[in-house]
Structure formats: C-alpha cells, structure tokens
C-alpha cells in the first residue's frame, strides 16, 4: 500500500489514506491531536459519534503498539478485521482463542509488529501480561465502554476498577477512556477510579439528529409495532426490546409468523443459540432482534434502522442507551415505543416490590416520572432529551411531536370524573373496574359491589374506553393518581388530586396518538434517500459485497459500508481516482477492491442482481 503522509498534516493524510474518510467529525481532530502528542484524555460521544478514531489514528500516529481494553470479546474479531481491511496491524487476545493462536499474537507483539491489540480487562491485569508490556514500547492505552467502572451503573464489570494500575505502572503512556454514558455521575466516577484527573475531557454533543423519536399510545401493542415495522422498516435490520424472557419468545414467534425475519435473545437462552442469534444479527442484512435489556452493550452495528421498546425502559439514560443503538451510520433511524397505563403500573410495581433501600426507590422513582414526562410531553421530544443530560437545544423537526404537533384539549371534567370515581368506589379498583363504573356497564363486579347506585355511574359516556385508559394514564403520570402495589394496583389519590376535584385547577392533556401516518414516514424516508443511487446497480454492489463478506467470513459492513455502496452507485465513477474519492474507500481498500468494483460497474463482472445477505 503505497501512503504519502506528510510532516504538516499528518493525522489528516492517515485519515484519508488509511480510512478513505475526507475530514474529521466534531471534536476528533482536537482528541487526537491532543492524545497523539501524548496527553491524557477522557472523551463522552454519544454512539456512532466516531469514538474509535480518537485511539485508532493517534496508535497510528505514535511509535509502538497502542493497548485497547474492551469488555465484549464478542465484538473484538470484527473490530480486528475492520482494522486488518484498511490495512492496519490489529490483533485481539482474549478466551476464544486457544494456546497457539494466543502466542503468535504475543510474538507479533514482542516483536513490534501490531499497530493496535485488543484485551479483555482480566487479560491485560495478568501479571505476565502486564510483564511483557512493560517490556514492549507502547504508544497509548484506550479504554473503551470507560462506564463499566462505575458499580452504579448497569454495565459495572468488577475488573474495570483494576485499570487504575495503568496509571501506576505505566505512568509515561497517555491513557485515553471512552464512553457514550454522559451523566456528571458517572463522568466523575470514570476520573476518580481511573485516575484520570489530569485528563482533558471532551464532551461532544449528545443528540442524535438522525433518529427520529416517536412514542406513541399502547393500543394493540403487536399490531402497532407489526405496521410500523411493514410501513417504515420492510426488510430492515432493528431491534424490539421487551422486559422479560417470556415476552420476547412470544413477540419473536410471533413477529415471525408474519414474515418478519425476527430472533429472539434474553439471558435465559442457552449460550450458544444466543451467541449465534448475535452472530446472525451482526452478519446478516435485516434481521429483526427481539430482546430483553440483556442484548445491546457493544452492539456496534451500523446499520440498526429502528429500535423499537415494546414496554416502557427504566429511565431516560436507558431509553436513549438503548435507542442510540439505531443509526450509528448516520442515516436516518426510528426509535419507536408503546407505552400505556398497565407499564406505568408495572414499573411502579417493580420498584416499590424491590428489596433496595429508600434511597435508591426514591431516585429509581425521580428517574421513572422523567421518563414519564418525557412520554406525555407535547412539546420537541428531543429538546427534552438532551434538557435531561444538561444540553440546550430547540425544536428539531424530526420527532413526533414537532412533525405533527399533537393536540391538547380542557381535561378538567373528564378529570374530575376519573378521580371522583376512584374516590367514590374506596379507592380499591384499578383502571378497568373504573372505565366500567364511569360508562355505566353493568358487568358482574359492578353489581355485586353496588357501583351502579354511584353518583359517577355513567357520567362518562360521552368518551371511549381507549380514551379513558388515556386519562387515567396521563392522572398517574400527573402524579394525581398513584398505584397501590399491596391492592394488585388499585388506584389512590394523592394530595395533589385536591384541588383538581375541588376544580380549582385546571387539567389538559394530549390527545392519543397511537401512530405515525405512514406516507409521511415514507416520504421522510425518501427525502433523506441519497439522490439517484440505481436500484439495480447497488443490488448487484450488495450482492458482490456478501460474497466478499462470505469468503472472509466477516460481517458485509466491514468490507464496505451501505453509505459507501449507495455513493458508488449514484456516482458511478468510472476510474480509480474517481473511486478513491469516495468516503470510505482508503488506500487499502482501493488496491484490494477497486479493479474488482470498476470492472463491476462497466458490467464486466456478473454477479447475481438479488441480494442476499
Ligand atoms: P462510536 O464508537 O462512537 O459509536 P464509531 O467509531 O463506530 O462510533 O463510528 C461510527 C461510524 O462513523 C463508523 O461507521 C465510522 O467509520 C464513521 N466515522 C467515524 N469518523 C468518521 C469521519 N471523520 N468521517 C466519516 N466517517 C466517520
Ligand atoms: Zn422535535
């Protein structure tokens, strides 16, 4: 491979060269400048905002091996063979390989001859590892997924807490920590526990403009997911998360038995057919995951259209950890959720039932009412997003409630109604008992326990059941009603529902939106569309990379990206020139791939025009 990097600029020539790309994003060139010329560094991006640049060129840019410490070995072969693809000497130790692959990485290391290795952190903290480092010039240490050292989070991996020995035995190599997580919390416990206080910090913005938030109302839960998926998402690669095991076997079957090509994964799946699901969804094109929380962390494929929560997630942190692992190639992406009255409960359930301690329900609970918030929100769900994690920002344009500005309406009697109902049957009835009293319907419990004697028997015919499950929703999510978890969730009231009844305060709430219209979400789509790119050709393109991907036996994304092949196929270039200047495609990738891609073009090479990945 023949690279011409020059004495002024030569981050930018690798960046070029090596990766095909024409200039840095965002605060990359001030990170890798800075970590190059052998600083500390401590750098929150939100996912697929290009974190590893920020180690991968400086490693390239410094003499000796850079060290990257990793939690998920899974995913270290395919960061190692993107590496290898540009050209770039990457290796990764850890328990999948066997005695002997294990030491003809360690020659390569002691004999200088890998730009980037690749650890498990109980790999690099074992003594004899630690020995041959210190005898083997390192460039840097990255720590990647810097967030598992804090023990309050939900990724914490006891062996992140020993890196600080990187500090201590290694005091001269610059250390650079990556994460997506961004709240001050954990921000500080990074520093303190890797003693990082010396580090720069860079903090990039944490929005994700490409993902388009719509949380709609939980009807037909199945059914809404079903349309959005065939209306925005035929045949796209996504994720479904559920909250428990059971859930996702269902949903998985049965999104399956209507031609989505769905898998299922939760911790309770034997070892190997989950790590084959994985592998599948990593590999293949348009697989729909259905998942417990359980699957995501690492997930760094780039090509996720939509992430779509089936039951409401924990907190904020969670739902955007969980969404932003949609569209990290920056082409635009969903984040779908359905969520109604029976969630709400059921969170409130799990955390008055948890054994923990006041302390921790009560931020459990502060946590939970912000994503409620968030849900009942008629205003930019984005600009609420990032208000959460300290960011201004303004409407965007590209969320549910800015597309189409959902209508509020005077609730205020229809509220009275409601709580007045919870009031006059004991407050011993949930949701449904309620909506019956309030329509008039004479089922069995309304009669047995009198209810139709009530004075609100029947105030409320004029409104739909759906939208009574609505008003009784948007009451809890007031905080005017609360679930009482030792009566199967029956409703109270709280003191705030004072005033309310007296009608001394007056109530709106949003109408119910359980979906997105189609033909706008389908026009969006085509707008963002890269101009011009020939159906026919980038078919052929993706049919060729398969093979490629196949024989190497690589997930496609490595070889080429989809952005890459959609330019290929709208510009058509008809050199190498032409080819080289086409993001994605470095110096490496030129010499290996570009004969084969022009011939491809001129319709020399036939490859089957079905694409089948
Ligand atoms: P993160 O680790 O922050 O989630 P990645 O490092 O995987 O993100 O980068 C996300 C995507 O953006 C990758 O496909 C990567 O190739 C691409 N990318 C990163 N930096 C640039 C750049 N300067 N120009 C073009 N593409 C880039
Ligand atoms: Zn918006």
């Not at 990170?31 to 500390?40: E, K």
């Not at 024989?551 to 496609?556: G, H, K």
């Not at 058509?572 to 993001?583: A, F, K, N």
Request: glycine fraction near 8%.
């Amino acid at each position: 491979m023949r690279l011409m990097i020059t004495e002024q600029d030569p981050a930018l020539d690798m960046l070029c060269q090596v990766f095909g790309f024409d200039g840095f994003r965002g605060a990359q060139r001030e990170i890798i400048d800075h970590v190059a010329g052998g600083g500390d560094a401590l750098v929150l991006m939100p996912t697929g905002g290009g974190k590893s640049l920020c180690y991968q060129l400086p490693a390239l840019l410094r003499e000796g091996t850079a060290i990257v410490v990793s939690p998920l070995i899974a995913l270290m072969q395919d960061q190692v063979a993107a590496m290898q693809q540009v050209g770039v000497r990457a290796a990764c130790l850890n328990s999948a390989l066997d005695g002997r692959g294990a030491a003809s990485v360690l020659r390569e290391l002691r004999d200088g001859r890998l730009d980037l290795l690749y650890l498990a952190p109980e790999r690099l903290l074992m003594s004899h590892t630690l020995d041959l480092l210190h005898e083997t010039p390192l460039a840097l240490f990255a720590i990647d997924e810097a967030h598992c050292v804090s023990q309050w989070g939900h990724d914490f991996r006891p062996e992140y807490l020993q890196l600080s020995v990187l500090h201590e035995q290694f005091p001269a190599v610059p250390r650079i920590a990556l994460t997506a997580t961004a709240d001050p919390q954990t921000r500080a416990e990074i520093i303190s526990r890797l003693q990082l206080d010396a580090a720069q910090v860079f903090v990039s913005s944490f929005d994700r403009p490409n993902i388009r938030y719509t949380l709609v109302d939980k009807v037909e839960p199945r059914a809404q997911l079903l349309r959005f998926i065939r209306e925005s998402h035929r045949d796209e690669a996504g994720i479904v998360y559920c909250l428990t095991r059971r859930k996702v076997d269902e949903t998985a079957i049965w999104l399956a038995e209507h031609g989505v090509r769905a898998l299922p994964y939760h911790a309770g799946m034997e070892t190997g057919v989950r790590a084959a699901h994985q592998a599948r969804f990593q590999r293949e094109d348009g697989i729909v995951m259905v998942a417990t929380i359980a699957f995501g962390m690492g997930i760094d494929k780039p090509d996720v259209r939509f992430v779509a929560h089936l039951d409401l997630p924990k907190s904020i942190e969670g739902y955007y950890q969980e969404t932003g692992r949609a569209g990290r190639d920056g082409q635009p992406a969903d984040a779908w959720l359905a969520y109604g009255l029976a969630d709400v409960v059921q969170q409130r359930r799990l955390i008055d039932m948890s054994e923990a301690n006041e302390a921790f329900k009560r931020i459990a609970t502060a946590k939970l009412d912000a994503l409620l918030g968030l849900c009942e929100t008629a205003a930019c769900r984005r600009v609420r997003l990032l208000e959460y994690f300290g960011e201004p920002g303004s409407p965007c344009g590209n969320c549910d409630n800015c597309l189409a500005p959902p209508q509020t309406w005077d609730a205020t009697e229809s509220a009275r109604k409601a709580l007045s109902a919870i009031y006059r049957t004991g407050q011993r009835f949930g949701a449904s008992h309620l909506i019956d009293v309030l329509r008039g319907k004479q089922t069995e419990r309304v009669m047995q326990r009198g209810h139709q004697r009530l004075t609100v028997f029947g105030v409320g015919n004029d409104l739909d059941e759906r939208s009574w499950h609505g008003i009784f929703r948007q009451l809890v999510t007031l905080g005017l009603a609360q679930p009482d978890h030792t009566a199967y969730g029956a409703l109270r009231l709280t003191e705030a529902a004072r005033p309310v009844l007296r009608g001394e305060q007056p109530i709106s709430m949003r109408h119910s939106i359980t979906e997105v219209p189609a033909a706008r979400a389908r026009r969006a789509a085509a707008m963002a569309a890269p101009a011009e790119a020939d159906p026919v050709l980038l078919a052929r393109l993706k049919s060729w990379r398969s093979d490629h991907a196949r024989r190497q036996s690589i997930p496609a994304y490595v070889i080429l990206h989809d952005s890459t092949l959609t330019e290929i196929a709208s510009r058509q270039p008809c050199d190498r020139t032409e080819l080289g200047g086409i993001s994605g495609i470095g110096a490496r990738k030129l010499e290996r791939y570009g004969e084969e891609l022009l011939a491809l073009l001129r319709g020399e090479i036939l490859v089957p025009s079905e694409h089948a990945e």
